[in-house]
C-alpha cells in the first residue's frame, strides 16, 4: 500500500494527466464541431474520427512540451510522447466517450444543451481514468511523458 502514498509523485501523474486531457479534449471537441457543423456523417463515423483527432492532438501538444523541456530531439521527443502516454490517451478517450454517450442517450452534438451538461462529467471520468496508470509509470519506473 505504500506504493500508492507517494504525494508528490500523484501531483506529477495530476499534472500529467491534465496536460494530456487538454491536448486530447481540443481535438476531440474540436473535431467533432467541425465533423457535426460540415458533414453529414453520423455519429458512428464522428466520434471515432473525433477520438483519433484528439489523441493526435495530445501527442502533438506532448511532443512540443517534451522537446522544449527536455531538450530532445523532435523525432525522440515524439517517440517518448508516444510510448509513454498512448495508453492514457486511448484510455481518457474511450473513458470520455463511454459517459458522454451514456449521459446524452448517443446525442452527441456540440449544438445540444446535455451535451455541455454532461462534458464536465465526462473529463472527469476521462482524467481518472488514466491517472492511476499514469502514477504507477512515474513510481515504478519513472516514466512519464512530460
Known amino acids: 500500500m505504500a506504493f500508492w502514498t507517494d504525494a508528490s509523485t500523484w501531483q506529477r501523474a495530476a499534472s500529467n494527466t491534465t496536460r494530456c486531457l487538454v491536448g486530447c479534449s481540443l481535438g476531440d471537441l474540436s473535431a467533432l464541431s467541425l465533423l457535426q457543423g460540415y458533414t453529414d456523417l453520423g455519429i458512428a463515423f464522428t466520434v471515432p474520427l473525433s477520438c483519433v483527432a484528439?489523441?493526435?492532438?495530445?501527442?502533438?501538444?506532448?511532443?512540443?512540451?517534451?522537446?522544449?523541456?527536455?531538450?530532445?530531439?523532435?523525432?525522440?521527443?515524439f517517440r517518448t510522447a508516444a510510448g509513454?502516454?498512448?495508453?492514457?490517451?486511448?484510455?481518457?478517450?474511450?473513458?470520455?466517450?463511454?459517459?458522454?454517450?451514456?449521459?446524452?442517450?448517443?446525442?452527441?452534438?456540440?449544438?445540444?444543451?446535455?451535451?455541455?451538461?454532461?462534458?464536465?462529467?465526462?473529463?472527469?471520468?476521462?482524467?481518472?481514468?488514466?491517472?492511476?496508470?499514469?502514477?504507477?509509470m512515474l513510481r515504478r519506473y519513472g516514466r512519464g511523458c512530460h
Open 54 to 77: 484528439g489523441v493526435a492532438t495530445s501527442m502533438a501538444l506532448e511532443t512540443v512540451v517534451l522537446r522544449s523541456t527536455e531538450q530532445l530531439t523532435w523525432r525522440v521527443a
Open 84 to 136: 509513454m502516454s498512448l495508453i492514457s490517451m486511448v484510455s481518457m478517450e474511450l473513458a470520455e466517450n463511454a459517459v458522454e454517450l451514456a449521459l446524452t442517450g448517443g446525442a452527441v452534438s456540440c449544438t445540444s444543451a446535455a451535451f455541455w451538461q454532461a462534458l464536465p462529467l465526462a473529463l472527469a471520468a476521462g482524467f481518472a481514468t488514466p491517472l492511476p496508470y499514469n502514477y504507477f
